[in-house]
């Protein structure tokens, strides 16, 4: 099926999710139930409405010896005997579950799509995390030599800043961004202000990025309602329609890449899903692009054709990129500030969407007006990207 | 890396103890690592394993600080993308100097050292590591 022959719209007309942080005291199913209950309620549906369940998990297995994910999620949520399809994309299986339940409503086969994400990361230590991570690298070629994720993008930090001149300084400004943003989002796992220096003296982990250039290992779930556009003011007055969604593929290991600096997967969905919902780039009022680094925010916005290749930090420098400028980016605080519990993420960027498009936002970080926004979400070192486009409804 | 059991580490003793790579004789393309498939030409190309340069630069480096399990005892550690002589990419650490020393371009060479250590009753990883170029390496 091609985009443009789908049977139908698709939008989103509920939403929810938990705190992200370290949620000591919930199980993986406990924050499956309170997101996803969230979501139900505020679509205003009851169980035996949900006509398919499609969650995006990364390592149930590695991070709390859970799998068979699909079926947990209908259990935990008393809705057997719904079908539930769990899909894993490492970072980015939360869109490519949201993809996947675009498909299944667009299609015409089902009118109510529960779709979500959850990762339970704190039931591990750090170094069982960094191993389960590790996962989503080449196993064989980069985990086996002691590669590490932070080790991944400093890679490619390295060799940015050799190509195109990006100062240490210029890079903390991401995290300072999206921290400044982060601030004001309730259920950010980092609600705290930080500066540049704050960014430059904090530990290295793996040169030239510091703690403060990573997202952190987080607790959380985000679950959202889909439905046929044409039904959605049953559910909602205030439907977000999904108006293009693309994902594209790379090469596991990052060593495979024409180039560290761009990351190929991310032009080819943006430049689909771009198409798909008939935008220009001028058109977007706001966009969540995927920070687990500092760096990878800085190769997403070039990758998506806001700015020209090594362009980026004039952005930041000028503020453009903060609410108030002309490409707010992560207003509620990205990856960093908010925290990434790796199979929720791409929800909950949609879900940030849909706040800022039903005009919701804490008041300090609404753009004001929003119509139109851009999610991306990535996998890996992008071997895995999704780009979705959404668009108010009402 | 979780601990595995010994038929995934034998099975590729050859191309992490001798640096094997792979040549499609349809393309003519060397790529890394040696598998079944060549990339370019897919079904259509016949590949078979070839010996890699042993000798390269460092295309982009970085110092693990925070290591996964297993590799604890090394930390700090510098690991690579190294672009070797007959263009072929990989990722390998870098040994034998500080981690000051290494930067984009600096020339290496192969040499044959332990990974890690699978913890007490697992298997001692061995395979290929790169170490500053004294032009000691021959084919």
Redo the contacts between chains.
């Keep these: 099926m091609k985009f443009s022959e789908r049977k139908r719209d698709v939008a989103i007309v509920g939403v929810g999710s938990t705190r992200f942080g370290e949620h000591w005291d919930k199980s993986l199913k406990d924050l499956i139930a309170e997101a996803g209950f969230k979501a139900a309620t505020e679509a205003g549906i009851r169980g035996k409405d949900v006509e398919l369940i499609v969650g995006g998990n990364m390592s149930g297995g590695?991070f709390v010896g859970q799998e068979h994910i699909a079926a947990l999620v209908a259990d935990t949520m008393g809705l057997q005997p719904t079908p539930s399809i769990r899909v894993e994309a490492a970072c980015a299986s939360g869109s490519l579950a949201l993809e996947m339940g675009f498909l299944a409503v667009a299609s015409g086969m089902y009118d109510v799509v529960l779709v979500g994400g959850v990762e339970k990361m704190t039931d591990v230590y750090?170094?069982?995390a960094?191993?389960a991570l590790?996962g989503a690298m080449d196993?064989?070629?980069?985990?086996?030599?002691?590669?590490?994720f932070?080790?991944i993008f400093?890679?490619?930090a390295?060799?940015y800043m050799?190509e195109y001149g990006l100062t240490r300084e210029q890079l903390a400004l991401v995290a300072v961004k999206n921290h400044d943003h982060g601030f004001y989002n309730p259920l950010a796992q980092f609600r705290k202000k930080i500066t540049v220096e704050d960014v430059l003296d904090s530990?290295?982990?793996?040169?030239?990025?510091r703690l403060l250039d990573c997202s952190p290992i987080t607790d959380g779930a985000a679950t959202m309602v889909l439905v046929p556009a044409e039904k959605a003011h049953q559910y909602t007055d205030t439907p977000i329609i999904i108006s293009g969604i693309a994902q594209a593929s790379d090469?596991l290991?990052?060593?495979?890449r024409k180039s560290?600096c761009t990351v190929n997967a991310t032009i080819e969905a943006g430049k689909q899903a771009f198409s798909q919902a008939k935008i220009s780039h001028k058109d977007v009022d706001l966009v969540e692009v995927h920070d687990c680094f500092t760096i990878a925010e800085i190769l997403a916005l070039e990758d998506l054709g806001f700015c020209k290749k090594g362009e980026a930090a004039k952005l930041y420098e000028e503020g453009e990129v903060w609410v108030g400028g002309s490409l707010p980016v992560n207003t509620d605080g990205g990856l960093k500030s908010a925290g990434h519990p790796i199979g929720a993420t791409g929800i909950k960027q949609v879900i940030e969407i849909v706040h800022q498009l039903r005009g919701e936002s804490p008041e300090p970080v609404q753009v004001k007006g929003a119509e139109i926004g851009v999610a991306h979400n990535l996998g890996g070192s992008g071997a895995t990207v999704v780009v979705t486009v959404l668009k108010r409804g009402d | 890396?979780?601990q595995t059991a010994v038929p995934a580490h034998w099975r590729?003793y050859k191309e992490?103890y001798l640096l094997l790579g792979m040549l499609c004789e349809t393309c003519g393309k060397i790529?890394?690592?040696l598998g079944s498939v060549c990339?370019n030409c897919r079904r259509a190309g016949k590949v078979k394993p070839v010996r890699l340069s042993g000798k390269g630069k460092v295309?982009?480096?970085?110092?693990?600080?925070?290591?996964?399990?297993g590799?604890?005892v090394?930390t700090p550690?510098v690991?690579?993308?190294i672009e070797l002589d007959d263009g072929v990419?990989?990722?390998?650490?870098v040994i034998d100097c500080e981690?000051e020393e290494v930067h984009?371009g600096m020339p290496v060479q192969v040499c044959f050292r332990k990974?890690?250590e699978e913890g007490k009753e697992g298997v001692i990883?061995y395979?290929f590591?790169f170490r500053p170029a004294d032009n000691s390496w021959k084919p």
């Design positions: 590695m750090t170094s069982g960094t191993t590790a196993l064989e070629w980069e985990a086996y030599f002691g590669l590490t932070p080790g400093a890679l490619i390295q060799r050799y530990t290295l982990v793996a040169d030239p990025l090469t290991s990052l060593f495979n560290l | 890396m979780p590729k992490r790529t890394f690592p990339p295309y982009s480096y970085t110092v693990i600080r925070a290591a996964p399990e590799f604890e090394f550690y690991i690579a993308i990419k990989l990722t390998s650490q981690p984009i990974i890690r990883c395979g590591k």
